[in-house]
């Protein structure tokens, strides 16, 4: 599967940016979908993921209560909707996919398959 993401910017703490990731290539509804990001020195970490049917989320407690992920069947696209941004929110933000079949957390990178570009999301006054 081919992943797309956009979305990111500038903008100032307290704002809020809408991350979008378009998938294409195989069957949306088979594949678990994750948001991670990875900021200047530091490894690449969990942000966001949602089930294959959209029912269940996971989150990092970090974002827990300021970001909200989504996912829309009918464009295959998911969604990551930043609100209450801060400085250390700056990264650049990847959206995963994997199989719904893949065990293992939600949360570990490693179970992952497919990846996207990255666009990169900087909170700064």
């Known amino acids: 599967v081919q992943l797309q993401a956009s979305g990111g910017g500038l903008v100032q703490p307290g704002g809020s940016l809408r991350l979008s990731c378009a998938a294409s290539?195989?069957?949306?509804?088979?594949?678990?979908m994750g948001w991670f990001r990875q900021a200047p020195g530091k490894e690449r970490e969990f942000v966001a993921a949602i089930s294959r049917g959209g029912g269940t989320t996971y989150y990092a407690d970090s974002v827990k209560g300021r970001f909200t992920i989504s996912r829309d069947s009918a464009k295959n696209t998911v969604y990551l909707q930043m609100n209450s941004l801060k400085s250390e929110d700056t990264a650049i933000y990847y959206c995963?996919?994997?199989?719904?079949?893949?065990?293992?957390?939600?949360?570990?990178?490693?179970?992952?398959?497919?990846w996207g570009q990255g666009t990169l999301v900087t909170v700064s006054s």
């Open positions: 995963a996919a994997r199989g719904f079949y893949r065990s293992g957390s939600a949360e570990d990178r490693s179970t992952y398959e497919y």
């Open positions: 290539g195989r069957t949306f509804s088979n594949y678990v």
